[in-house]
């Protein structure tokens, strides 16, 4: 992981985290802030994100941009784009605002759109909630078909990993593996 962290801090990401009001989200944010691993965005209430930082004794969450989806000012940017790359799967406009207020479909718009690298979500959302926009609107690479996720896990058990620092695939994107 230190590693990792190294070669984030020689090349910093713009990284959206979908999930800007769940309590751990919101203190690994916290962290990744302090450390000056990537540039962040949150995705929530302003208001909200900003109490529970104050709650927890968060010092960095003020260097993270917060967009509320609710209020976003790009809403209509990100609709439009929703529309016209679903707009032959029978999406309306309205569907596509819609969408674009959910989290975790904003999140994908802004890679999409080039105003994110990548997007952190899942502490609150289930795998498929989270992959459905991203295979929608980011999509793959042409010529990959499979896609896959990990949970990345820090534990104080030692005995786990060096740190206590865990990596595990997960096995819900694709239920059914071959060889």
């Known amino acids: 992981f230190k590693q990792m962290e190294e070669r984030a801090k020689k090349d910093l990401r713009r990284l959206v ?18 450390k000056g691993i990537a540039h962040l965005t949150l ?10 930082a104050q709650e927890k004794g968060l010092k960095n969450i003020g260097k993270a941009t917060i967009v509320d989806p609710e209020n ?5 940017k990100y609709a439009g784009l929703l529309y016209e790359l679903r707009k032959n799967k029978g999406i309306t406009m309205e569907d596509a605002v819609r969408l674009a207020k959910n989290p975790l479909y904003l999140a994908c718009l802004m890679i ?44 104080k058990y030692k005995e786990f990993g060096e740190d206590g620092f865990l990596m595990v695939g997960d096995i819900a994107v694709l239920p059914n593996p071959t060889a």
Do not use: C, H, Y
């Not at 800007?20 to 690994?28: F, H, S, V």
């Open 72 to 76: 976003n000012p790009d809403l209509d």
């Open 43 to 52: 995705l929530g209430n302003k208001a909200e994100i900003e109490r529970m």
């Open 112 to 155: 999409k759109s080039g105003d994110a690298e990548g997007e952190v979500a899942g502490a609150r959302s289930a795998t498929g909630d989270v992959l459905r926009p991203a295979l929608q609107i980011v999509k793959t690479e042409k010529g990959v078909s499979v896609v896959s996720g990990v949970f990345m896990l820090f534990t």
């Open 17 to 34: 985290l979908a999930e800007g009001t769940e309590p751990r989200t919101l203190e690994a944010a916290d962290i990744v802030l302090a």
